[in-house]
């Protein structure tokens, strides 16, 4: 049994190994710049923000009551949609809210979303 367990772990450590030397090459031939959304909660509650992908949401993070946070935006929504839409869901409370139109986003865009 020891064997199997020190097996999978050399396994584990030669695939981790492969997989950093691929990411590093696919970067720096394949770099993307990041769309950015900066969220400024001016309400003494807290929010969890997400970014929606048709019937999903997508978790960016949780910003505190009377804070920013900036949030990168995954890749593949800005690529495959074009125009997002966010939902803002306060902790602790049972009413949320979604911007009520699309916002038309580009690859490395940096914009921001004040909550009120």
């Known amino acids: ?15 981790a190994g492969c997989s950093g030397a691929r990411d590093s090459r ?9 769309t950015r959304v900066e969220v400024r909660n001016q309400r003494p509650i807290d929010f ?3 970014v929606l992908d048709g019937t999903r949401r997508i978790r960016l993070g ?3 009551g009377m804070t920013q946070r900036t949030f990168v935006i ?5 690529i495959d949609q074009g125009s ?7 902790i602790g409370s049972d009413q ?13 865009d940096e914009f921001s979303l004040t909550i009120r």
């Not at 049994?1 to 020190?6: D, G, K, L, S």
């Not at 696919?26 to 990041?34: A, I």
């Not at 995954?74 to 800005?78: I, K, N, Q, R």
Request: proline share 9%.
């Open 1 to 15: 049994m020891r064997a199997v367990q020190t097996l999978s772990l050399v396994l584990w450590l030669v695939g």
């Open 26 to 34: 696919s970067l720096s031939t394949d770099e993307r710049p990041q």
């Open 48 to 50: 969890t923000v997400y």
């Open 62 to 64: 949780t910003v505190p």
């Open 74 to 78: 995954p890749p593949h929504m800005v």
């Open 84 to 90: 997002l839409n966010f939902w803002i869901d306060p």
């Open 96 to 108: 949320a809210a979604s911007t009520n139109e699309a916002l038309t986003v580009r690859e490395g």
